[in-house]
């Protein structure tokens, strides 16, 4: 399973539809309470479910992590987890993933300045004030160091995306390819 970390607006998703809709990735759909954003879709983009719904999906086993993350739960639920899939975590997701699955996961971390991350977050209508909120708390929450295992380190600054996947996608075919030996 390809996981792809990063803070907010650091170019995750767009990285992950490419590798789905060219290199024909599956992506793993995690799971959230927080609220859809104008653009989303409910099963397309995350299972948007209530808290409620989240918490009796917790007592019966269904995820391999969750976390809180800006006020609002977010989980990988087990039926999502395959070697075939690419799937967006933060870093307690990662290292949960990792710990259940060592042989099976390849971290790709994503980074970005602040700078351009806040831009992102604007050009995508967040306001002023969530983007000062998610900015300091990305800081701290995903440094690398926060993730146990990150197998590949891309800065995504002004790159186009298409070679970023390329070079995410011939690392993650050399990376099973090593696995399998």
Known sequence: MLVIVGASASGKTEIANYLVNIYHYIKSIT?????????????IHYHFISKEAFLDLISEDAFVETSVYQDALYGLQKTEVNANKVVILDPNGCNAVFKIFPNDVCIVYIQSSKEIRQSRMLARGDTKAHIKKR????????HPSKIANIHLMIDNHHQPIHQIAQEIHTFYVQFKKEKKT
């Open 31 to 43: 799971t959230t309470t927080r609220d859809m954003r104008a653009y989303e879709q409910n099963h």
């Open 135 to 142: 900015s300091m708390s990305d800081d701290e929450v995903f």
